[in-house]
Protein backbone atom coordinates (compact mmCIF):
# COMPACT_ATOMS: atom_id res chain seq x y z
CA UNK A 1 0.00 0.00 0.00
CA UNK A 2 1.04 3.76 -0.68
CA UNK A 3 3.53 4.92 2.99
CA UNK A 4 3.84 8.06 3.77
CA UNK A 5 7.26 8.17 4.08
CA UNK A 6 7.44 9.96 7.71
CA UNK A 7 7.74 8.31 11.12
CA UNK A 8 4.83 8.94 13.45
CA UNK A 9 4.19 8.83 16.93
CA UNK A 10 1.56 5.93 16.70
CA UNK A 11 -0.15 4.36 19.55
CA UNK A 12 -0.86 0.71 18.88
CA UNK A 13 -4.29 -0.08 20.81
CA UNK A 14 -2.64 -3.07 23.17
CA UNK A 15 -4.22 -4.92 26.42
CA UNK A 16 -1.64 -6.04 27.76
CA UNK A 17 0.98 -3.32 27.84
CA UNK A 18 1.15 0.72 28.02
CA UNK A 19 0.71 3.02 25.35
CA UNK A 20 3.63 4.24 23.83
CA UNK A 21 5.76 7.16 25.33
CA UNK A 22 6.74 10.13 23.75
CA UNK A 23 10.41 9.11 24.39
CA UNK A 24 11.96 7.95 21.21
CA UNK A 25 13.61 4.81 22.78
CA UNK A 26 13.54 3.42 26.01
CA UNK A 27 15.70 0.60 28.07
CA UNK A 28 13.79 -1.90 29.45
CA UNK A 29 12.97 -5.73 29.82
CA UNK A 30 10.46 -7.28 27.77
CA UNK A 31 7.36 -7.91 29.94
CA UNK A 32 5.42 -10.61 30.78
CA UNK A 33 1.93 -11.44 29.70
CA UNK A 34 -0.69 -13.33 30.57
CA UNK A 35 -1.47 -13.53 26.82
CA UNK A 36 2.06 -15.72 26.66
CA UNK A 37 2.64 -16.23 22.94
CA UNK A 38 0.00 -13.70 22.01
CA UNK A 39 1.33 -10.39 23.91
CA UNK A 40 -0.35 -8.00 23.10
CA UNK A 41 -3.37 -9.76 25.12
CA UNK A 42 -4.06 -9.64 28.90
CA UNK A 43 -5.20 -13.19 28.92
CA UNK A 44 -6.01 -15.74 26.27
CA UNK A 45 -8.54 -18.29 26.32
CA UNK A 46 -8.11 -21.69 23.41
CA UNK A 47 -11.77 -21.58 22.89
CA UNK A 48 -11.60 -18.26 21.04
CA UNK A 49 -9.06 -19.39 18.46
CA UNK A 50 -9.08 -19.53 15.26
CA UNK A 51 -8.35 -23.47 15.50
CA UNK A 52 -11.74 -24.20 17.63
CA UNK A 53 -13.64 -21.31 16.22
CA UNK A 54 -13.59 -22.23 12.55
CA UNK A 55 -13.99 -26.32 11.31
CA UNK A 56 -12.20 -27.39 8.25
CA UNK A 57 -14.80 -28.00 5.70
CA UNK A 58 -16.61 -31.68 5.86
CA UNK A 59 -13.86 -34.17 4.66
CA UNK A 60 -10.58 -32.20 5.48
CA UNK A 61 -8.97 -32.42 8.62
CA UNK A 62 -6.02 -29.78 9.75
CA UNK A 63 -2.64 -30.77 8.55
CA UNK A 64 -0.27 -31.61 11.03
CA UNK A 65 1.83 -28.48 11.79
CA UNK A 66 5.24 -27.95 13.89
CA UNK A 67 4.47 -27.27 17.56
CA UNK A 68 5.57 -23.98 18.57
CA UNK A 69 6.08 -23.31 14.80
CA UNK A 70 4.90 -19.91 13.00
CA UNK A 71 1.91 -22.00 11.13
CA UNK A 72 0.75 -23.40 14.63
CA UNK A 73 1.16 -19.82 16.14
CA UNK A 74 -1.30 -18.73 13.06
CA UNK A 75 -3.88 -20.96 13.81
CA UNK A 76 -4.34 -20.54 17.31
CA UNK A 77 -4.81 -16.28 16.93
CA UNK A 78 -7.41 -15.30 19.01
CA UNK A 79 -10.65 -14.05 17.83
CA UNK A 80 -13.30 -11.11 18.86
CA UNK A 81 -16.56 -13.13 20.19
CA UNK A 82 -18.83 -13.30 17.28
CA UNK A 83 -18.84 -11.83 14.11
CA UNK A 84 -18.31 -8.01 14.96
CA UNK A 85 -17.62 -5.46 12.75
CA UNK A 86 -14.30 -4.06 11.25
CA UNK A 87 -13.29 -0.88 12.37
CA UNK A 88 -10.71 1.72 10.86
CA UNK A 89 -7.76 2.96 12.80
CA UNK A 90 -9.98 5.94 13.77
CA UNK A 91 -12.33 3.86 14.89
CA UNK A 92 -15.21 4.57 12.17
CA UNK A 93 -16.68 1.25 10.47
CA UNK A 94 -15.25 0.08 7.71
CA UNK A 95 -17.20 0.68 4.45
CA UNK A 96 -16.98 -2.79 2.91
CA UNK A 97 -18.43 -5.50 5.95
CA UNK A 98 -19.26 -8.28 3.73
CA UNK A 99 -15.49 -8.88 3.01
CA UNK A 100 -15.12 -10.93 6.57
CA UNK A 101 -15.95 -13.72 8.42
CA UNK A 102 -14.10 -12.98 11.44
CA UNK A 103 -12.27 -10.06 13.24
CA UNK A 104 -8.91 -11.22 14.32
CA UNK A 105 -8.21 -9.78 18.39
CA UNK A 106 -5.40 -7.16 18.02
CA UNK A 107 -5.42 -3.98 17.48
CA UNK A 108 -4.79 -1.93 14.43
CA UNK A 109 -3.52 1.25 16.21
CA UNK A 110 -4.82 4.97 15.62
CA UNK A 111 -2.77 6.15 13.13
CA UNK A 112 -3.27 5.25 9.61
CA UNK A 113 -0.12 2.46 8.93
CA UNK A 114 -1.19 -1.08 10.07
CA UNK A 115 -2.59 -1.84 6.16
CA UNK A 116 -1.80 -5.10 4.63
CA UNK A 117 1.46 -5.93 4.39
CA UNK A 118 1.69 -4.06 7.89
CA UNK A 119 -0.10 -6.90 9.18
CA UNK A 120 1.67 -9.11 7.66
CA UNK A 121 4.97 -7.98 8.48
CA UNK A 122 3.58 -7.65 12.43
CA UNK A 123 2.15 -10.90 12.78
CA UNK A 124 5.61 -12.81 11.72
CA UNK A 125 6.98 -10.23 13.70
CA UNK A 126 5.56 -10.69 16.63
CA UNK A 127 5.62 -14.64 16.37
CA UNK A 128 9.53 -13.91 16.70
CA UNK A 129 9.10 -11.63 19.48
CA UNK A 130 7.13 -13.83 21.54
CA UNK A 131 9.48 -16.75 21.12
CA UNK A 132 12.88 -14.97 21.80
CA UNK A 133 13.78 -15.18 18.90
CA UNK A 134 14.87 -11.34 18.02
CA UNK A 135 17.77 -11.56 15.84
CA UNK A 136 15.81 -12.68 13.61
CA UNK A 137 13.19 -10.38 13.08
CA UNK A 138 13.97 -8.38 9.66
CA UNK A 139 12.34 -6.28 7.31
CA UNK A 140 13.25 -5.07 3.89
CA UNK A 141 12.17 -1.38 3.41
CA UNK A 142 11.05 0.50 -0.04
CA UNK A 143 14.63 0.98 -0.90
CA UNK A 144 15.38 -2.03 -0.86
CA UNK A 145 18.04 -2.11 2.46
CA UNK A 146 17.06 -4.49 5.52
CA UNK A 147 16.40 -3.05 8.53
CA UNK A 148 16.54 -5.60 11.39
CA UNK A 149 14.88 -5.30 15.09
CA UNK A 150 18.51 -5.76 16.71
CA UNK A 151 20.08 -2.63 14.12
CA UNK A 152 17.51 -0.27 14.82
CA UNK A 153 18.09 -0.90 18.48
CA UNK A 154 21.67 -0.44 18.35
CA UNK A 155 21.50 2.75 16.01
CA UNK A 156 19.36 4.32 18.55
CA UNK A 157 21.72 3.19 21.72
CA UNK A 158 24.47 5.04 20.28
CA UNK A 159 22.25 7.95 19.47
CA UNK A 160 21.14 8.25 23.15
CA UNK A 161 24.75 8.14 24.16
CA UNK A 162 24.60 4.10 25.10
CA UNK A 163 26.84 1.34 24.45
CA UNK A 164 25.00 -0.60 21.71
CA UNK A 165 27.16 -4.13 22.88
CA UNK A 166 25.06 -7.53 22.60
CA UNK A 167 24.66 -7.39 26.55
CA UNK A 168 23.29 -3.85 25.88
CA UNK A 169 20.81 -4.46 22.86
CA UNK A 170 19.10 -7.70 24.61
CA UNK A 171 18.38 -5.39 27.84
CA UNK A 172 16.62 -3.06 25.19
CA UNK A 173 14.59 -5.60 23.49
CA UNK A 174 11.46 -4.74 25.32
CA UNK A 175 8.42 -4.92 23.83
CA UNK A 176 7.74 -1.25 24.09
CA UNK A 177 10.63 -0.49 21.77
CA UNK A 178 9.42 -3.30 19.90
CA UNK A 179 6.85 -2.12 19.16
CA UNK A 180 8.08 1.41 18.23
CA UNK A 181 10.46 -1.00 15.86
CA UNK A 182 7.31 -2.10 13.96
CA UNK A 183 5.90 1.77 13.74
CA UNK A 184 9.45 2.21 11.91
CA UNK A 185 8.67 -0.79 9.37
CA UNK A 186 5.32 0.08 8.90
CA UNK A 187 6.50 3.40 7.79
CA UNK A 188 8.70 2.49 5.22
CA UNK A 189 7.91 -0.70 4.41
CA UNK A 190 4.83 -2.38 2.08
CA UNK A 191 4.13 -4.45 0.00
CA UNK A 192 6.58 -3.42 -2.59
CA UNK A 193 9.38 -4.12 -0.58
CA UNK A 194 7.50 -7.35 0.84
CA UNK A 195 7.19 -8.95 -2.61
CA UNK A 196 11.34 -8.51 -3.07
CA UNK A 197 12.14 -9.95 0.02
CA UNK A 198 10.00 -13.04 0.56
CA UNK A 199 10.76 -16.66 -1.54
CA UNK A 200 8.13 -18.13 -4.20
CA UNK A 201 6.14 -20.76 -3.87
CA UNK A 202 7.03 -23.03 -6.71
CA UNK A 203 3.38 -24.68 -6.43
CA UNK A 204 -0.07 -23.73 -4.72
CA UNK A 205 -0.29 -27.31 -4.09
CA UNK A 206 2.72 -26.85 -1.53
CA UNK A 207 0.58 -24.17 0.54
CA UNK A 208 1.41 -23.46 4.27
CA UNK A 209 0.40 -21.01 7.03
CA UNK A 210 2.58 -18.47 7.39
CA UNK A 211 2.78 -18.21 3.53
CA UNK A 212 1.78 -14.61 2.09
CA UNK A 213 -0.11 -13.81 -1.39
CA UNK A 214 1.67 -10.79 -2.40
CA UNK A 215 1.20 -8.06 -5.30
CA UNK A 216 3.80 -5.51 -4.96
CA UNK A 217 2.78 -2.04 -6.18
CA UNK A 218 1.54 1.51 -5.12
CA UNK A 219 -0.50 -0.23 -4.10
CA UNK A 220 -0.73 -3.46 -4.03
CA UNK A 221 -2.08 -5.73 -1.33
CA UNK A 222 -0.91 -8.73 0.78
CA UNK A 223 -3.10 -11.31 2.55
CA UNK A 224 -1.36 -14.41 4.78
CA UNK A 225 -2.40 -18.07 4.86
CA UNK A 226 -4.06 -18.53 8.52
CA UNK A 227 -4.32 -22.05 8.32
CA UNK A 228 -4.83 -25.40 6.00
CA UNK A 229 -6.17 -28.47 6.15
CA UNK A 230 -6.37 -31.50 3.58
CA UNK A 231 -8.60 -34.53 2.53
CA UNK A 232 -7.82 -37.88 1.91
CA UNK A 233 -7.30 -37.04 -2.10
CA UNK A 234 -4.08 -34.55 -0.70
CA UNK A 235 -6.77 -31.69 -1.51
CA UNK A 236 -5.77 -28.41 0.37
CA UNK A 237 -7.84 -25.20 1.93
CA UNK A 238 -7.10 -22.58 3.57
CA UNK A 239 -7.91 -19.67 5.14
CA UNK A 240 -7.17 -16.01 4.71
CA UNK A 241 -6.41 -13.19 6.90
CA UNK A 242 -5.72 -9.45 6.02
CA UNK A 243 -5.62 -5.70 7.19
CA UNK A 244 -6.27 -3.42 4.39
CA UNK A 245 -6.02 0.43 3.26
CA UNK A 246 -7.23 2.75 5.09
CA UNK A 247 -5.68 0.65 8.53
CA UNK A 248 -8.02 -1.51 10.05
CA UNK A 249 -8.98 -4.84 11.99
CA UNK A 250 -7.34 -7.98 11.05
CA UNK A 251 -9.84 -10.19 9.67
CA UNK A 252 -10.34 -13.63 8.40
CA UNK A 253 -11.82 -13.44 4.98
CA UNK A 254 -14.77 -14.63 3.46
CA UNK A 255 -14.80 -17.07 0.33
CA UNK A 256 -16.70 -14.93 -1.61
CA UNK A 257 -17.52 -17.86 -4.20
CA UNK A 258 -19.69 -19.81 -0.94
CA UNK A 259 -20.36 -23.56 -1.44
CA UNK A 260 -19.53 -25.45 1.10
CA UNK A 261 -15.47 -24.65 1.80
CA UNK A 262 -17.01 -21.04 2.90
CA UNK A 263 -14.48 -19.49 4.30
CA UNK A 264 -11.92 -21.61 3.45
CA UNK A 265 -10.48 -21.53 -0.09
CA UNK A 266 -9.59 -24.53 -2.20
CA UNK A 267 -5.64 -24.65 -3.60
CA UNK A 268 -7.32 -25.79 -6.91
CA UNK A 269 -8.40 -22.14 -7.62
CA UNK A 270 -7.19 -22.10 -10.98
CA UNK A 271 -4.98 -19.17 -12.60
CA UNK A 272 -6.58 -16.51 -10.61
CA UNK A 273 -7.41 -16.11 -6.45
CA UNK A 274 -10.56 -14.17 -6.17
CA UNK A 275 -10.39 -12.55 -2.52
CA UNK A 276 -13.29 -10.18 -1.38
CA UNK A 277 -11.60 -6.69 -2.31
CA UNK A 278 -8.62 -8.17 -4.60
CA UNK A 279 -7.09 -10.66 -6.81
CA UNK A 280 -4.05 -12.76 -6.99
CA UNK A 281 -2.50 -15.01 -9.15
CA UNK A 282 -0.60 -18.37 -8.89
CA UNK A 283 2.54 -17.11 -9.13
CA UNK A 284 2.43 -14.30 -5.99
CA UNK A 285 1.86 -16.73 -3.41
CA UNK A 286 5.29 -16.35 -1.19
CA UNK A 287 7.03 -17.55 1.63
CA UNK A 288 9.31 -16.46 4.64
Known amino acids: MIKRFKIYKFALALAACIMLAA ?6 AAPSAAGG ?11 DSINSRIA ?3 GYKRTAEEPGGFAEWLRSLPLKPGKPPVYLYNKKLKANQGAHYAVV ?3 CGARDLQ ?15 ARGDIKSISFMLSD ?3 ASFTGWLAERLVKS ?4 GETEILKAAGYE ?15 YSLSKSLKKVKSVKDIRAGDVFVKGGFPGHAVIVADTAENEKGEKVFLLLQSYMPAQDVHVLNNPAGGTLHPWYGADFGETLNTPEWDFTRDELMRF
Open 23 to 28: AEFTVC
Open 37 to 47: KYLWLASYNEA
Open 56 to 58: PPA
Open 105 to 107: DIG
Open 115 to 129: QCADAVMRLRAEYLF
Open 144 to 146: KKM
Open 161 to 164: GRPA
Open 177 to 191: NFQKYMVYIFSYAGT
